[in-house]
Each structure stands twice: as structure tokens, then as C-alpha cells.
């Protein structure tokens, strides 16, 4: 059975502190592993997709890593408006619904 | 491009009350997904359509829950009867089959049971 577990729960930095949220997966046949980001009171918004073990994706303060058995999402000098919850998700070569994380809520502080 | 539309935004309703969600996707997009988020959780799949034919419906409990997608293009939830632990944000997400890019979320119904 696929799963997704994603470390921290919550983090909390200060502006310009860069850290690291963790996504470990273990799936069958992977066909994708998604990052997306959740602000309160909105739906998930899609950041990245990596599909095989050593790609990397960027998109300005953020950079996605992915290996054979987890990814990494780097945050380079945090600012404010990245506070929201950071989810990780599982698409397996069967189909394309995704199996996600319960998430890592970031907060960061001016 | 116009996004996923659900609607309503918030539902409240008492137990063993029968409530209705509401989903237009992307148009064009073949694949349509319903998820429920319970607060604090990860969304979890209920359902999944591919035009007007359900994929995988072995999570939603169908007891209770049903959907339908009547024409391939928008689609609607249905609860009946409601129970406590229903309380969560129902989201809707469409995809193209040829997309690489996961798919897109509306906004969702946050559903309260009382």
C-alpha cells in the first residue's frame, strides 16, 4: 500500500532562515511525486512535479529533490508569504489520483 | 483560464441531514476527482471520474455518499444521511489526461455536521 509521510508537522522560521520539509514515500510503481501548497481557506495549488530519483525543479525560493525513497523541499531565505501548509503527494503508475501527506505547516515570522 | 468552481462555499447541517456539493472543472478536463481534507489531514480520494464513468470509487463510502457526472462535464456530491465525522472540506480537482502537472483544486465546501 502506498504511503506518505511528512516531517515536520509544523515549522516555524524567521524570515530569511532557510530549512527543509521532508516527504518519505514508498509506492509500487511511482508515476509522480507532487508538492503542492495550501493556504487557509483554499484549495491546494500545485508547485512541482519530480519523477525520477536526482531531478531537481526551482521556482524562486523554493527547490524540490527527489530521491527513491523521499524528497526535499528546500526554502531559501523564507519571507512572510510563504506561510501555508505544504502538502506531498504520490501518483502511481496505475492511474492518476494521488495519495498525499497530512502535511507540514510553515509559519514564518518578520 | 477559469478555475475549478464548487459551490457552496459553507454548509452547515444537523446529523442524519442530506446535504449536496456542486463541481464545474477546467474545461475540457476528462478527469474529475472529488477528495475529502478533515482538518489537520492530508486530502484523502473518494472518487474519480474519467468523462461521465467513475474510475475508483473504493474509498467512498457508499452507504452514504454517491456521485454522479452526468454529460462528462460538471458533477455533484451527495450525502445522505449525514453523520458527525463527515465534518471536513469536500474539494474538487479536474485534470487533463494528458497533463504532467498534477491537477487543479477549486476552492472546496466546508462542511459542518452538528
Known amino acids: 500500500e502506498d504511503q506518505v509521510t511528512q516531517s515536520p508537522e509544523a515549522l516555524r522560521l524567521q524570515e530569511g532562515e532557510s530549512s527543509s520539509l521532508n516527504c518519505s514515500y514508498t509506492?509500487?510503481?511511482?508515476?509522480?511525486l507532487f508538492w503542492y501548497r495550501q493556504d487557509p481557506g483554499k484549495g491546494p495549488e500545485f508547485l512541482f512535479t519530480?519523477?525520477?530519483a536526482g531531478e531537481e525543479k526551482e521556482k524562486e525560493r523554493l527547490k524540490a529533490t527527489l530521491t527513491k525513497k523521499e524528497s526535499f523541499l528546500h526554502i531559501t531565505a523564507p519571507k512572510p508569504e510563504d506561510s501555508a501548509t505544504y502538502l506531498c503527494?504520490?501518483?502511481?503508475?496505475?492511474?492518476?489520483?494521488?495519495?498525499f501527506g497530512k502535511g507540514t505547516s510553515l509559519l514564518v515570522t518578520p | 483560464e477559469a478555475g475549478v468552481a464548487q459551490s457552496p462555499r459553507y454548509k452547515i447541517i444537523e446529523k442524519r441531514q442530506s446535504v449536496a456539493f456542486w463541481c464545474n472543472p477546467i474545461?475540457?478536463?476528462?478527469?474529475l476527482y472529488w477528495y475529502q481534507q478533515i482538518l489537520g489531514q492530508g486530502p484523502k480520494l473518494l472518487i474519480q471520474?474519467?468523462?461521465?464513468?467513475?474510475?475508483?470509487d473504493s474509498q467512498l463510502p457508499k452507504d452514504r455518499f454517491s456521485a454522479e457526472r452526468l454529460k462528462g462535464v460538471d458533477s455533484t456530491l451527495k450525502i445522505q444521511p449525514a453523520k458527525l465525522e463527515d465534518s471536513a472540506v469536500y474539494l474538487c480537482?479536474?485534470?487533463?489526461?494528458?497533463?504532467?502537472?498534477?491537477?487543479?483544486f477549486g476552492s472546496g465546501t466546508r462542511l459542518t455536521v452538528v
Open positions: 519530480l519523477y525520477s
Open positions: 474545461s475540457g478536463h476528462a478527469t
Open positions: 480537482a479536474s485534470s487533463s489526461s494528458a497533463s504532467n502537472y498534477g491537477y487543479t
Open positions: 509506492v509500487s510503481g511511482l508515476r509522480g
Open positions: 471520474f474519467q468523462n461521465n464513468g467513475v474510475v475508483d
Open positions: 503527494a504520490v501518483g502511481h503508475n496505475s492511474g492518476y489520483a494521488l495519495n
